[in-house]
């Protein structure tokens, strides 16, 4: 079945840095990712979608200067978070749609932010 | 807009019993509906997913869901729950056809020896 794979699974980074999250569709080609936010007993909460070669779609209230999106390529996304800080702090998940027309998730990454 | 509501936020059942979780989405045309199971620090895991056809739908690890157009939902059936299940589910549509998933608040499932 479609896979995605997601790294790092969970990160600690310093105030102000920036941090990337690979998001990986191994055994299908995607040329649709979508980046997801989850607070702790949380929903899911849509930040972007990520279209191969061209720029990513943000939703509302999502600050496309901090999260920065590319899709470079059909199997690989990237979401850095720049300047990160306390409040970046959270669980971020991607997704992919498959030619079953399902979404595929992966298995999230941790941030937290000190 | 469309939303998707997810009446039960916490759901406790004995182990053997059965379960169902409540879905209601609101949506302009008939929606692509989507079940997910996550545990504690994981990812989603697909359930089931109604595209369209027969209302009742057979998923994984047991569990089936049916659509119920005249009542606006996609309710989420069990007939035995075992310890495993513990865990958060949730209901999703598609915004429109290949975007992104509109996801319920999640109800948790709790499940007692």
């Known amino acids: 079945g479609a896979v995605v794979s997601q790294h790092p699974s969970w990160v600690i980074c310093k105030s102000g840095t920036s941090v990337k999250i690979e998001c990986r569709s191994l055994?299908?080609?995607?040329?649709?990712m979508f980046w997801y936010r989850q607070f702790p007993k949380q929903s899911l909460m849509l930040m972007a979608t990520?279209?191969?070669?061209?720029?990513?779609?943000?939703e509302q209230g999502v600050e496309k200067d901090k999260f920065l999106i590319n899709h470079a390529s059909l199997t690989l996304s990237t979401l850095t978070v720049t300047s990160a800080h306390p409040e970046d702090s959270s669980f971020y998940i991607c997704?992919?749609?498959?030619?079953?027309?399902?979404?595929?998730f992966g298995s999230g990454t941790r941030l937290t932010v000190v | 807009a469309q939303s998707v509501t997810q009446p039960d936020i916490h759901i406790t059942v004995s182990e053997g019993a059965s379960l169902e979780l409540r879905c209601n989405y609101s949506?302009?045309?008939?929606?692509?509906l989507f079940w997910y199971v996550q545990s504690p620090g994981q990812g989603l895991q697909l359930l089931l997913k109604?595209?369209?056809?027969?209302?009742l739908v057979q998923g994984i690890k047991g569990f089936e869901a049916e659509f119920k157009r005249s009542q606006s939902s996609f309710n989420l059936r069990k007939p035995s729950v075992h310890w495993s299940d513990a865990a958060e589910y949730f209901c999703?549509?598609?915004?429109?056809?290949?975007?992104?998933?509109?996801f319920g608040k999640g109800t948790s499932l709790l499940v007692t020896p």
């Open positions: 997704s992919a749609s498959d030619s079953n027309y399902g979404y595929t």
């Open positions: 055994d299908f080609q995607a040329t649709t």
């Open positions: 990520s279209n191969e070669g061209s720029k990513a779609t943000y």
């Open positions: 949506y302009g045309a008939t929606p692509y």
């Open positions: 109604y595209f369209s056809g027969d209302t």
């Open positions: 999703a549509v598609d915004r429109l056809r290949g975007y992104a998933l509109n």
